[in-house]
């Protein structure tokens, strides 16, 4: 029984056998040798700890003999730096001791697809792992010589003394993490797809579906159910028939990782906001660990019941129980004050008190329609609109303070700008400074935001070109300048271009470099991870009478594996799934489309035209949203690569209807697809009559391009595509060389990006 007065607490412990008190965690040592972010921790059976980083490097640490008045920062001390890789090591395990390894072996994954294997204390690898495409992002090593590793290429490869064994394909998305059921010969891995897979013997037995965002970590517990924590802020409990036995929902922040306790009672998560979640065996939270770091990315639980976890600020740090543990006063008051100072610089955006702020309750009560409502979710300071009956994220309210600077997630940089990756969807912000390195600064993104591998260059490019860097020349392919993430050479285009087919530009017939040009340009094609989240959140919006059940939504994750394959049509019943789909409102069905696009670009010829440019007259149109006639419209791009004749011999009853959609607000994405459409029209052979048609259409887009988009920025791309057009039709057709708007081609000879410069002064050149 406790006697005390109001307000005053007590610290309550317990002493063990050694007659030392076991109390709440507190920081013991710090592991300080990586120059960025420490990304996975482990530990061998010989006592060493292993750290991991995105300084392409990781170190193996060995325990110092310390007293209690040893600095933190002294208690270990690095043995060995593990090199080799060339771009971030995401992952690192410890295989146990063998006949041939007494010692045991080390395992590296990196963002350069490799898997590294080291002896203990050497610090070159003896052996490489080769056979994923794209980074590692994770490794599990269980008993018997078996390795699992997961990367971003979606699949998990399982390695039985150090050979491949066996390749799981079925996520949608990377693979976050993978864990091995101990004497199961059952394998789980976790992805960005929202779902969790258990493998058995080289195949899929079950997909567990419940979270709502990315799954990061996993980990099984002893009586055989295992935990997975995810991006939506939740840790699920799972037994292994598929039933999700419990939900804990740990903060308002992304959750990075999963690791048992030493004592196999309970559970330690890590996540974003420097949070380090410690859980009893009740799923009751015994404390909260705060470190001075925006992420915590990696935890692990030490054989004497410590803590270790690995964070954004390039530090691995270790807290104990045991008061005989703990680091000098100094250095715990230290943190603490670190602590503090982060916290205390997200209390205040410009004038506004974040203590002031309603929760993310208040989004609970109902507006007005056009209200606005400031709302502090964690620190974050994100404004909301009241529109038809729901109140709707418009942004992240930015501090003030400083004008040369934005806020972003807790951080400040000199450039936020937005990176557009999903249809119907906001931008997503993105961070940078001066003098950081742009491709650094994406692969990160990607990695954040799990974006496709492919993205990396896009996105390098636009960050160059927003940072007041567009005057970039081209780097060549020498090794004077070396892609972090692929270790080969790199190269960075004048422009910021979306993807397509577009060849290098040709000298034929002495007109110009940059025209003729007779290949058409195809869209990209849409990730199937993306679709599969979009149909998922979609269906359960729709009516009763066009939503999906659950074997007609396993009808659509089949068919995405045959496209993303292109091994097998999709069935009959596959195809009646996607005519029910394409009976969905018009708000909604624009991922529909583009999964018509996926199939259509992996068999062409499981559409007819007719069903084709149905799907788009249907859909490209003033009187639906715009994301829908956006996708309308790429498809419609695509089809003109396919069915060049039959779009010729339509041309006028296809473009007018499109012309139309250049109306919608969203004027730079339409008008993109719009160019690409003119573009391949000009590159087909056809009549001069039809040929005068496409000319005046191309003259007409240019107009409205100066008008409309008067930021060369956002017309670039564009406006050169519509120069080659010209010249492919002018050099086809001499006669028509009266017709083309001179005013508009002597406005781009003043462009910035040198090639658009060029093509309109050739183009003159030729008319006079």
């Known amino acids: 029984r406790l006697y005390g007065h109001e307000g005053e607490s007590f610290k309550l412990s317990y002493y063990n056998e050694y007659k030392s008190y076991l109390s709440m965690y507190e920081l013991s040592a710090v592991l300080s040798g990586?120059?960025?972010?420490?990304?996975?921790?482990?530990?061998?059976?010989?006592?060493?700890?292993?750290?991991?980083?995105?300084?392409?490097?990781?170190?193996?640490?060995?325990?110092?003999?310390?007293?209690?008045?040893?600095?933190?920062?002294?208690?270990?001390?690095?043995?060995?730096?593990?090199?080799?890789?060339?771009?971030?090591?995401?992952?690192?395990?410890?295989?146990?001791?063998?006949?041939?390894?007494?010692?045991?072996?080390?395992?590296?994954?990196?963002m350069d697809s490799k898997i590294l294997i080291f002896c203990i204390g050497i610090e070159e690898a003896v052996a490489d792992l080769m056979g994923h495409t794209d980074g590692v992002t994770c490794l599990s090593a269980g008993m018997f010589g078996t390795l699992l590793s997961g990367s971003a290429d979606k699949t998990v490869r399982v390695w039985l003394d150090l050979k491949s064994s066996a390749v799981l394909k079925g996520h949608q998305a990377p693979v976050w993490d993978v864990a091995i059921y101990p004497g199961e010969g059952l394998y789980l891995s976790?992805?960005?797809?929202?779902?969790?897979?258990?493998?058995?013997?080289?195949?899929?037995?079950?997909?567990?579906?419940?979270?709502?965002?990315?799954?990061?970590g996993l980990v099984v517990l002893p009586d055989n159910t295992f935990l997975s924590c995810s991006n939506d802020c939740s840790v699920k409990q799972w037994d292994i028939t598929g039933t999700c036995l419990h939900t804990l929902t740990l903060s308002s922040s992304f959750l990075y990782s999963l690791s048992i306790r030493e004592n196999g009672v309970g559970f330690v998560s890590t996540g974003e906001n420097g949070n380090v979640f410690v859980m009893d065996g009740t799923g009751t939270t015994e404390q909260v660990i705060q470190i001075p770091a925006v992420s915590v990315w990696c935890s692990a639980s030490l054989p004497d019941g410590d803590i270790i976890v690995g964070s954004s600020d390039g530090l691995a740090r270790i807290f104990s129980q045991d008061s005989l543990s703990f680091a000098p006063m100094a250095d715990r008051?230290?943190?603490?004050?670190?602590?503090?100072?982060?916290?205390?610089?997200?209390?205040?955006?410009?004038?506004?008190?974040?203590?002031?702020?309603?929760?993310?309750?208040?989004?609970?009560?109902?507006?007005?329609?056009?209200?606005?409502?400031?709302?502090?979710?964690?620190?974050?300071?994100?404004?909301?609109?009241?529109?038809?009956?729901?109140?709707?994220?418009?942004?992240?309210?930015?501090?003030?303070?400083?004008?040369?600077?934005?806020?972003?997630?807790?951080?400040?940089?000199?450039?936020?700008?937005?990176?557009d990756?999903?249809?119907?969807?906001?931008?997503?912000?993105?961070?940078?400074?001066?003098?950081?390195?742009?491709?650094?600064?994406?692969?990160?993104?990607?990695?954040?935001?799990?974006?496709?591998?492919?993205?990396?260059?896009?996105?390098?490019?636009?960050?160059?070109?927003?940072?007041?860097?567009?005057?970039?020349?081209?780097?060549?392919?020498?090794?004077?300048?070396?892609?972090?993430f692929t270790g080969g050479g790199r190269y960075i285009p004048d422009e910021a271009v979306t993807s397509d087919c577009n060849p290098e530009p040709t000298l034929g017939k002495g007109v110009s470099r940059y025209y003729p040009q007779h290949n058409v340009s195809q869209e990209k094609v849409p990730e199937a991870t993306k679709l599969i989240m979009k149909f998922e959140e979609f269906?359960?919006?729709?009516?009763?009478?066009?939503?999906?059940?659950?074997?007609?939504?396993?009808?659509?994750?089949?068919?995405?594996?045959?496209?993303?394959?292109?091994?097998?049509?999709?069935?009959?019943?596959?195809?009646?799934?996607?005519?029910?789909?394409?009976?969905?409102?018009?708000?909604y069905i624009f991922p529909v489309i583009d999964?018509?696009?996926?199939?259509?670009?992996?068999?062409?010829?499981?559409?007819?035209?007719?069903?084709?440019?149905?799907?788009?007259?249907?859909?490209?149109?003033?009187?639906?949203?715009?994301?829908?006639?956006?996708?309308?419209?790429?498809?419609?791009?695509?089809?003109?690569?396919?069915?060049?004749?039959?779009?010729?011999?339509?041309?006028?009853?296809?473009?007018?209807?499109?012309?139309?959609?250049?109306?919608?607000?969203?004027?730079?994405?339409?008008?993109?697809?719009?160019?690409?459409?003119?573009?391949?029209?000009?590159?087909?052979p056809s009549d001069i009559a039809r040929t005068r048609l496409i000319l005046s259409h191309i003259n007409q887009l240019l107009e409205?391009?100066?008008?409309?988009?008067?930021?060369?920025?956002?017309?670039?791309?564009?406006?050169?595509?519509?120069?080659?057009?010209?010249?492919?039709?002018?050099?086809?057709?001499?006669?028509?060389?009266?017709?083309?708007?001179k005013v508009c081609v002597q406005r781009l000879t003043t462009a910035e990006l040198e090639k658009t410069k060029t093509t309109a002064r050739d183009i003159l050149y030729h008319i006079s």
């Open 34 to 110: 990586h120059s960025a972010d420490v990304r996975a921790v482990c530990m061998d059976t010989k006592g060493h700890v292993i750290t991991s980083s995105r300084d392409n490097t990781a170190i193996v640490w060995e325990k110092s003999k310390s007293t209690d008045t040893t600095p933190a920062g002294e208690r270990w001390i690095a043995i060995a730096r593990l090199k080799g890789h060339t771009s971030f090591v995401n992952a690192v395990a410890a295989l146990p001791p063998t006949d041939e390894f007494p010692d045991g072996l080390l395992a590296t994954g990196g």
């Open 190 to 216: 976790a992805s960005g797809d929202k779902t969790i897979r258990l493998w058995d013997n080289g195949e899929e037995r079950r997909v567990y579906r419940g979270h709502t965002d990315a799954v990061r």
């Open 333 to 419: 008051e230290l943190m603490t004050e670190q602590v503090a100072a982060q916290k205390h610089s997200k209390q205040v955006v410009g004038d506004l008190q974040l203590d002031k702020l309603q929760g993310p309750e208040g989004l609970h009560r109902t507006g007005s329609e056009g209200q606005t409502l400031m709302i502090n979710n964690g620190g974050t300071v994100e404004l909301y609109k009241f529109s038809s009956g729901s109140w709707q994220k418009v942004g992240v309210v930015q501090d003030a303070y400083d004008k040369d600077k934005h806020e972003l997630d807790g951080q400040r940089f000199d450039h936020v700008i937005d990176v």
């Open 421 to 484: 990756v999903e249809d119907g969807k906001p931008p997503l912000k993105l961070g940078v400074n001066k003098g950081d390195d742009p491709w650094v600064v994406a692969q990160n993104f990607i990695g954040k935001h799990s974006l496709p591998q492919a993205y990396l260059s896009d996105i390098a490019n636009y960050i160059i070109q927003n940072t007041g860097q567009t005057d970039k020349q081209p780097m060549s392919l020498s090794a004077e300048y070396a892609d972090p």
């Open 539 to 587: 269906n359960e919006m729709i009516n009763a009478n066009t939503n999906l059940s659950e074997s007609e939504l396993d009808h659509v994750y089949k068919i995405t594996e045959k496209v993303r394959d292109k091994t097998e049509k999709p069935s009959i019943d596959d195809t009646a799934v996607i005519q029910k789909m394409l009976l969905w409102d018009k708000n």
């Open 595 to 684: 999964l018509v696009r996926s199939i259509n670009n992996s068999f062409e010829d499981h559409f007819t035209f007719s069903e084709k440019l149905k799907i788009v007259q249907d859909n490209a149109s003033l009187s639906h949203p715009e994301p829908c006639s956006r996708v309308a419209l790429r498809f419609m791009v695509d089809i003109t690569c396919q069915h060049t004749q039959q779009c010729l011999d339509q041309y006028h009853t296809i473009i007018t209807p499109l012309l139309e959609c250049l109306k919608y607000d969203n004027k730079k994405f339409i008008a993109t697809s719009v160019t690409r459409l003119l573009h391949n029209m000009a590159c087909l």
């Open 704 to 741: 409205y391009l100066l008008k409309e988009l008067p930021q060369e920025k956002d017309r670039k791309w564009i406006s050169f595509q519509c120069l080659v057009a010209i010249g492919n039709i002018i050099t086809r057709y001499p006669e028509l060389i009266s017709e083309v708007n």
